[in-house]
């Protein structure tokens, strides 16, 4: 059973930066040859790709956090990251880590990120 755990949310004025962190727990052949990813969701509104790596470090952004945001994964750790910078109120959501696997998809519960002055 695969298990993801985020962590690196908070509160943080526009402008600033935070580092999500989200551990996979579970097959590591699986984990390591498995798309990885971001979705976040704000009040009110569908969750939403932020960004995405597949297991040969390809990425994907979505145009709102492009040159922004950078997602990377540490294979070793079955770890994948998401650098924020220059965020923005709008970027204020709760941000959930995804793993892809050929069998089924798995979610994390979520860490919740603030954007305010």
């Known amino acids: 059973q695969v298990q993801l755990v985020e962590s690196g949310g908070g509160l943080v004025q526009p402008g600033g930066s935070l580092r999500l962190s989200c551990a996979a727990s579970g097959n590591r052949f699986t984990i390591r040859f498995s798309a990885m990813g971001w979705y976040r969701q704000a009040p009110g509104k569908q969750r939403e790709l932020v960004a995405t790596?597949?297991?040969?470090?390809?990425?994907n952004y979505a145009d709102s956090v492009k040159g922004r945001f950078t997602i990377s994964r540490d294979n070793a750790e079955n770890t994948v990251y998401l650098q924020m910078n220059s965020l923005k109120s709008e970027d204020t959501a709760v941000y959930y880590c995804h793993l892809n696997t050929p069998a089924r998809a798995y979610w994390g519960h979520g860490t919740q990120v603030t954007v305010s002055s």
């Open positions: 790596i597949t297991g040969g470090s390809s990425t």
